[in-house]
């Protein structure tokens, strides 16, 4: 499975910014969807998954409220988008596939796209 993310940008505080991740080859047994980001310094972190079958979703708490995962038109494509951004949401932000929602399964990843928030 390849994964390709975009959409990353520069954005101003509070503003709002839409992450694509489009999946291709053997998707069948990687069908949770799913963002992690990586802070300056930090370690990478689970933000958001979702189910491709179902549309069930599961969120972290610092974007709860904030954002919107969701299946997109196309086959295999699904969305990001977050709201009243902060300059802590400032990371790369990598789109990955899994099995389950499990964080230790998402083992198959994109490469990143930067988002950086202007305060």
């Known amino acids: 499975v390849q994964l390709q993310a975009s959409g990353g940008g520069l954005v101003q505080t509070g503003g709002s910014l839409t992450l694509s991740c489009a999946a291709s080859g053997r998707t069948a047994n990687l069908p949770i969807m799913g963002w992690f980001r990586q802070a300056p310094g930090k370690e990478r972190e689970y933000v958001a998954a979702?189910?491709?079958?179902?549309?069930?979703?599961t969120y972290e708490d610092f974007v709860w409220n904030r954002a919107v995962i969701r299946r997109g038109v196309a086959e295999n494509a699904m969305s990001l988008e977050i709201n009243n951004l902060k300059p802590e949401d400032t990371a790369v932000y990598y789109c990955a596939a899994s099995p389950s929602f499990a964080k230790d399964d998402f083992r198959t990843w994109g490469q990143g796209t930067l988002v950086t928030v202007s305060s």
């Open positions: 979702i189910d491709m079958r179902t549309g069930s979703t």
